[in-house]
């Protein structure tokens, strides 16, 4: 059984909740009207430390993740260049 999703709106440079995924696969999705960079990160440290995982994503986007490892927490980190909101899930 997953965690409780992770939703929100960007409107500005910021970070969203932390989720923890709990081993296996998890989903993200990026959606709105918006010319910013919006980056994936995880943390094997309960939120010490954040690591980039891939390039960052621009443009609206769904992907499937894969997360081999127990207690692995991953956010989205945006950083705004205009546009009016960036729509984001991270759930398990």
């Known amino acids: 059984?997953?965690?409780?999703?992770v939703t929100?709106?960007?409107?500005?440079?910021?970070?969203?909740a932390a989720i923890d995924t709990n081993?296996?696969?998890f989903n993200i999705s990026i959606s709105?009207?918006?010319n910013?960079?919006?980056q994936l990160q995880r943390s094997f440290d309960q939120g010490s430390t954040w690591?980039?995982?891939?390039a960052a994503i621009t443009a609206a986007s769904e992907q499937v993740i894969?997360?081999?490892?127990?207690d692995v927490q991953?956010?989205?980190?945006?950083?705004?260049?205009?546009g009016t909101s960036v729509i984001y899930r991270i759930s398990q």
Do not use: C, I, Q
């Open 1 to 5: 059984m997953g965690t409780k999703p």
């Open 8 to 16: 929100g709106t960007f409107t500005g440079t910021a970070n969203s």
């Open 23 to 25: 081993r296996g696969y």
């Open 32 to 34: 709105g009207t918006f």
């Open 36 to 38: 910013s960079s919006v």
């Open 51 to 54: 690591l980039d995982v891939g």
């Open 66 to 70: 894969h997360e081999p490892e127990a």
């Open 74 to 82: 991953y956010r989205f980190s945006n950083t705004w260049t205009s």
